[in-house]
């Protein structure tokens, strides 16, 4: 009963290991809606007008409201609808206008569209990069970073190619050059300048050194070109990972780190469990296996002594040979009489194991060990063997021409005893 109850709570705790998997798999997988953008991206001149959308999904069974908002200087160069009603299963496109109505600088704008449910927990951030540019551009740049680079760790460098080209054509020309990386929180990273010589073009690998301390997240490296009222810019977007999944997550919902911690965490339990009943079922069989070949063994050699006892009484070789083959007949009946019962009790050590009733299996595996395999029954073969000696010893009188009446009256009364 002990143990049953034992058994009873590892299923219980088993049970509360796959519902901790699963809530934990809820938390990291599900969301309330779904957008197609990972990133929005826009080069706008000064007096344009761009229109970017977006899909967002609802993939609910019950209607969601949404807000989208905005973050750091963004709001002046951005606009959208701030609320969103999505039936069940809907999707809907959101259109996105990017102007310059604040007159803002020419330079890199960085920051997010945050989706949030009415309670302001944050659901999606999409990522927003606008190159703004002035109304006519003379010299424009590009980054090349090889993909090795597009995820990086703290302290690593990030090299990139940088082009510059001289659109107008107007000879050698210098001009401003600044780097610039920096978060979405439009925290500057990295700063630097350096002044070029352009002729019809010009490239070069320039590489930046992270600090070691810096945070997990997503970054923005920019090349800002600048002669005279001409500004232009180029961005390269990437993600830095920490080497640690411990951090907790910076954003106002349930950290994603901490979730996803918890669902392998949950899996590595499961499996560990299941490796343990296992283990468990693998001792007991084990158990089984051992003791049965030490009945083997010791049968096997009882057989052979009493074999080797019975060639050295033949007083002749075809008496040994015929000793030698009724010894290989006992010995295969022996070897089938192990093997079927050893099946049988695996059969009856799983019904047991499936029950649950540990104590019962450890019962049945103490009897089974005093039951070993019964010398009697080797020994009432063997008195068999001497029967058939004796047959063959009258048959072999009665050619010589003795009286062999009596032998075979004595030998008919012993087959009626059954000796």
């Known amino acids: 009963m002990k143990f049953f109850n034992k058994h009873k709570k590892q299923k219980i705790f088993l049970f509360f290991v796959l519902f901790l998997g699963l809530f934990s798999f809820s938390l990291v997988f599900a969301q309330d809606v779904n957008v197609d953008s990972v990133l929005m991206k826009v080069s706008l001149k000064d007096g344009e007008e761009v229109m970017k959308n977006i899909v967002i999904t609802n993939p609910q069974a019950s209607s969601s ?11 002046g160069l951005i606009f959208l609808k701030e609320e969103i009603v999505l ?17 803002y600088p020419a330079k890199t704008y960085i920051g997010n569209i945050q989706i949030l449910t009415l309670d302001n927990i944050i659901i999606e951030e999409i990522p927003v990069i606008v190159e703004l540019e ?24 990030i090299t990139a190619d940088i082009s510059v080209f001289n659109l107008e054509k107007i ?23 350096e002044n070029l010589a352009v002729g019809s073009f010009f490239t070069s690998s320039k590489s930046f050194e992270l600090p070691s301390n810096i945070k997990k997240g997503d970054y923005v490296l920019s090349v800002i070109v600048e002669y005279k009222n001409s500004i232009a810019s180029s961005t390269y977007y990437f993600t830095i990972k920490e080497l640690s999944v411990f951090e907790p997550s910076q954003r106002g919902s349930f950290p994603i780190d901490i979730s996803a911690i918890i669902f392998i965490t949950a899996i590595f339990l499961i499996i560990l469990f299941t490796i343990y009943f296992n283990m468990q079922r693998d001792k007991l069989f084990l158990d ?40 290989e007949k006992l010995r295969k009946k022996a070897e089938k009489f192990f093997e079927t019962r050893n099946k049988n009790r695996k059969k009856e050590l ?35 063997t001497n029967k058939i000696d004796i047959r063959d010893k009258i048959k072999q009188w009665k050619k010589k021409g003795y009286s062999v009446d009596l032998l075979e009256d004595d030998l008919k009364r012993l087959n009626e005893r059954n000796i």
């Open 65 to 75: 409201e949404i807000k989208l908002k905005l973050n750091n200087e963004l709001s």
């Open 87 to 103: 039936g069940p299963k809907e999707k809907k496109t959101v259109n996105i206008f990017f102007k310059n109505e604040m007159n």
């Open 134 to 157: 002035s109304k006519d551009v003379m010299f424009d740049s590009n980054i090349d970073v090889p993909s090795a680079f597009k995820t990086i760790y703290p302290g690593d460098k």
């Open 171 to 193: 000879g050698l020309t210098t001009v401003s050059v600044d780097y610039l990386i920096q978060d979405f929180d439009e925290n500057t990273i990295i700063s630097e300048s």
């Open 288 to 327: 089984l296996e051992k003791q049965h070949s030490r009945e083997i063994v010791s049968r096997m050699r009882f057989l052979e002594k009493v074999k080797n006892k019975e060639i050295k009484k033949a007083k002749s070789s075809i008496d040994k040979k015929r000793c030698e083959k009724r010894f």
């Open 350 to 384: 799983e019904n047991l194991r499936r029950k649950g009733s540990r104590a019962e299996i450890l019962k049945k595996l103490k009897e089974w060990k005093k039951e070993g395999y019964s010398v009697s029954q080797l020994e009432s073969k063997l008195k068999k």
